[in-house]
């Protein structure tokens, strides 16, 4: 893949902002690319998001054995009464075109006896999860970056992190308020500039590095929901973090997912002794979904003080492991670990962020001119629990409802604003960036520790209390000092790290990812509800998602 240049391009203005380059940032911009100049905006190399380390695959129905209803009720089934039952069938109904346009894009998927391979993973009835080997993402990720790169509309800027939105409010313009553009960071220069688009898209990815131990890369910082709550827009559902059952425990694998398809293709969960435990947590054993897995494993964990529990696939031998499973039987071999002759230690981390900016199912938020697609958003898809392999579907699905609705509104949208320079004239360089980095670790550790899979009224409030002090420090610290990456994601966790927190306290029951031990029970009284919060400078609004655009 040859990086494409976007200094040929002198303007800093725009048709569309996209930030963020994975799956569903690089979806919005080839879909968007049909109808304008789109800039595209990566933290760090252009193919450096959680998508690109997904294992596993995109969920389909592919097969004549398959239905939509089967895979809708999974999705219901795994999201524990909080799906919105139209966001499931919208994006449930497109997923065999979403996977045709992959194809027809270039991925390879991984084939078997004459037709594509479908594998199943936890809490899927039917084999229904297109891959490549177990490296989707990658592949999926690579396929798509070549054809951005090549595309004479889309102008890259990677190593660019964004710092806010640019809204008309902030700028003290009349009229409705909506998404101006953006202020970004380039990591190599140093420089804040100030970049205009007519329409804005957030495909920034969770949040899940708020954790001390997590599965996803350094860059899931929770960018973009922080960006779009300083701007205005409701968030909701956050207090729904996945926790992934299986990640590779080992002092240098950094948390290195062990997929789901490997339990799906027969791998067993066991104790040092070799005794199997999930059947005594739910009838599906080893499939059963993200949520009971986890809890099953910190409770075994807990109950018998062990650092880890063994995943065990050996007994399926080493020809089928290394043929469906070549890029984690050679990591985990790294380790010194060998899949093909016995268990391998396994622990949960944080995964997936379930919640995020509200919107409907055009990727419209509560402010104009700015949409929010993927892991980032909160459409209904995912209720109080993501089922395997419906991510990344998401991402296709709504990048192309997204950019479909951002281009027929183009014609109609007002010119790009110039907008004021970054004012730096009042900050010094950091003395203190150590600080940064201790408030890092701190967040992480009592986010694991008061917010993780099991929770409890008072360890939500010393979570609040701590989360407090900190933002109060962070924001003294930015108003003060040229900003730096390590700052701004810093900045952005603790925002989120609040509205997790917030959105915990809020629910009175235990559902889906979401177990308190005050309230172990889920509450029947009354029809499931999502946990909305609404910014306090917005308080008064009643607006739903795209109601106030021009």
Not at 75 to 97: H, I, K, M, Y
Not at 295 to 308: F, H, P, Q, T, V
Not at 310 to 325: C, Q
Request: hydrophobic residues 40%; contains cysteine; charged residues 20%.
């Amino acid at each position: 893949m040859t990086m494409k240049k976007h200094s040929g391009r002198h303007s800093r203005d725009y048709d569309f902002a996209v930030i963020g380059s994975g799956l569903a940032g690089l979806t919005l911009a080839l879909r968007l690319a049909n109808y304008g100049e789109v800039a595209l905006f990566a933290k760090a190399d252009l193919v450096d998001g959680s998508s690109f380390y997904a294992q596993g695959g995109i969920a389909a129905v592919l097969s004549p054995d398959d239905s939509f209803e089967s895979h809708i009720h999974d999705t219901q089934v795994a999201g524990a009464g909080l799906c919105r039952e139209d966001a499931v069938r919208f994006v449930v109904e497109r997923a065999p075109e979403a996977i045709r346009w992959l194809i027809a894009e270039g991925t390879p998927f991984t084939a078997h006896e004459g037709r594509y391979h479908l594998t199943r993973e936890g809490g899927h009835s039917q084999r229904r999860v297109i891959h490549a080997a177990d490296a989707t993402g990658r592949v999926v990720e690579t396929t798509l970056a070549t054809k951005a790169c090549d595309h004479p509309r889309i102008h890259i800027f990677t190593d660019h992190i964004v710092i806010d939105l640019v809204t008309s409010a902030k700028l003290g313009l009349d009229g409705p308020n909506r998404c101006l553009g953006l202020y970004a960071l380039s990591k190599k220069t140093g420089t804040v500039i100030a970049y205009a688009a007519r329409l804005t898209a957030l495909a920034t990815g969770g949040a899940s590095k708020a954790y001390l131990y997590s599965s996803n890369p350094d860059t899931s910082t929770g960018d973009g929901i922080s960006m779009a709550w300083r701007a205005g827009c409701r968030v909701a559902n956050l207090e729904f973090v996945q926790f992934h059952p299986t990640c590779l425990y080992h002092p240098q694998a950094k948390s290195f997912l062990i997929s789901e398809a490997v339990r799906g293709e027969g791998g067993l969960l066991l104790l040092p002794d070799g005794t199997r435990f999930m059947p005594d947590y739910d009838p599906r054993a080893e499939l059963a979904s993200r949520d009971i897995v986890a809890r099953a494993i910190d409770s075994e964990m807990k109950r018998l003080g062990l650092d880890a529990v063994g995943l065990d696939i050996s007994h399926k031998g080493r020809d089928f492991i290394v043929e469906h499973f070549p890029n984690i039987y050679e990591r985990c071999l790294s380790f010194g670990y060998d899949m093909a002759h016995g268990p391998i230690p396994v622990v949960p981390a944080a995964h997936y962020t379930c919640g995020g900016v509200l919107t409907d199912l055009r990727g419209r938020t509560d402010l104009g001119s700015l949409y929010a697609v993927g892991e980032c958003a909160y459409t209904g898809l995912h209720g109080a629990n993501r089922l395997a392999s419906n991510s990344l579907l998401e991402c296709l699905v709504l990048g192309r409802a997204a950019a479909e609705d951002a281009g027929a509104r183009l014609a109609a949208s007002p010119a790009a604003v110039t907008l004021p320079p970054w004012d730096e004239s009042r900050v010094a360089d950091a003395d203190e960036a150590v600080v940064v980095s201790h408030n890092w670790e701190e967040l992480r550790r009592f986010m694991w520790d008061y917010v993780g899979i099991v929770r409890t009224n008072k360890r939500l409030e010393r979570a609040l209390h701590r989360v407090n002090l900190l933002n109060h420090e962070i924001r003294e610290y930015y108003a003060n000092f040229k900003v730096s990456n390590d700052l701004i994601e810093l900045r952005n966790l603790v925002q989120v790290a609040e509205l997790i927190i917030r959105s915990a306290q809020s629910r009175t029951e235990s559902r889906g990812l979401h177990y308190s031990r005050d309230y172990p029970e889920t509450d029947t009284s009354h029809p499931a509800r999502d946990t909305i919060l609404t910014p306090p400078q917005y308080a008064q609004a009643t607006q739903t998602p795209g109601e106030h655009w021009s």
